[in-house]
């Protein structure tokens, strides 16, 4: 490929492939116990950590990630105790972050906002070794995480109060699970964009339970999406000019719909054979 030549795009390349291959095994998850927009407000909470570190002069990546995980452990502790809704939960963190980010990016000197643009809609080909570095240690244990307890994320997701009443640690396993979204976002933040991050979690596991016959391959097969539509979204990208996060989302969309329009002729042959 043409395109490899250049270091930057090697680089970008790999942090797609890695972005594609963690956010869908913490998406399929939210997916499964219908918080399939977590990841967007958890990308609004990353908004007001972005803005921090870039006001403070602090790294964005690092600031956003506490502050992700931070929100994320008080909305879980939050909804354990009763005291407010899943949905009301994700809506406090959707207007939270927008308007701490707002707040915060209002009172930085100048040319910090045009900064924060990289964060919002990604700015892939900016990777550098140390973000790649970075990227590489976070995306390796979201998916040994979601890989070695993905049996209990599954009980979990399927029936919360049976999963309690036999035993297992519902609420360290949620608080786990929720950091794991907040990890996800912040690693996926330059390559798609806080914006359109929860779209690269839930649309390739969309995509996976259209065909898959059972969890187990809807997970694997997610994976193997969420990579692909990387690898398809940034070449593509290179060679139309277009941003790759962008790309990458509408390749994965692109591949919902066909796979839509295949499953449905394919349940509408089997009724007429």
Excluded at 25 to 36: D, T
Aim: glycine share 10%; proline share 3%; net charge positive.
């Amino acid at each position: 490929m043409e395109f490899l030549q250049y270091d930057f795009m090697q680089r970008a390349l790999m942090a797609a492939m890695l972005v594609g291959l963690a956010a869908p095994s913490v998406g399929i998850f939210l997916v499964q116990r219908r918080l399939a927009l977590m990841g967007d407000g958890m990308g609004h909470v990353a908004l007001t950590g972005v803005a921090l570190g870039l006001l403070t002069g602090w790294a964005p990546i690092g600031v956003a990630l506490v502050t992700a995980a931070t929100g994320a452990i008080v909305i879980e502790l939050l909804r354990h105790r009763g005291r407010t809704t899943s949905d009301l939960a994700l809506a406090i963190m959707f207007y939270g972050g927008i308007a701490g980010g707002v707040v915060l990016i209002a009172k930085a000197p100048g040319g910090t906002a045009a900064s924060l643009n990289q964060y919002l809609f990604g700015a892939i080909t900016t990777t550098t070794p140390q973000d790649l570095a970075v990227f590489a240690v976070l995306a390796a244990l979201i998916l040994l995480v979601t890989i070695g307890l993905g049996r209990h994320f599954f009980a979990i997701a399927n029936d919360e109060e049976y999963a309690r009443a036999t035993g297992m640690p519902v609420l360290p396993l949620n608080v786990v699970l929720a950091v794991l979204t907040a990890t996800t976002v912040v690693v996926s933040m330059r390559v798609v964009g806080l914006l359109l991050i929860s779209a690269l979690m839930v649309v390739p596991v969309a995509t996976a339970q259209l065909v898959a016959g059972s969890f187990r391959s809807a997970f694997a097969l997610s994976l193997a999406i969420g990579l692909g539509c990387a690898v398809v979204g940034v070449t593509a990208s290179y060679y139309t000019n277009t941003p790759s996060g962008g790309s990458i989302v509408l390749t994965t969309i692109a591949l919902f719909a066909a796979t839509a329009i295949f499953a449905s002729l394919r349940r509408t042959l089997g009724r007429s054979a």
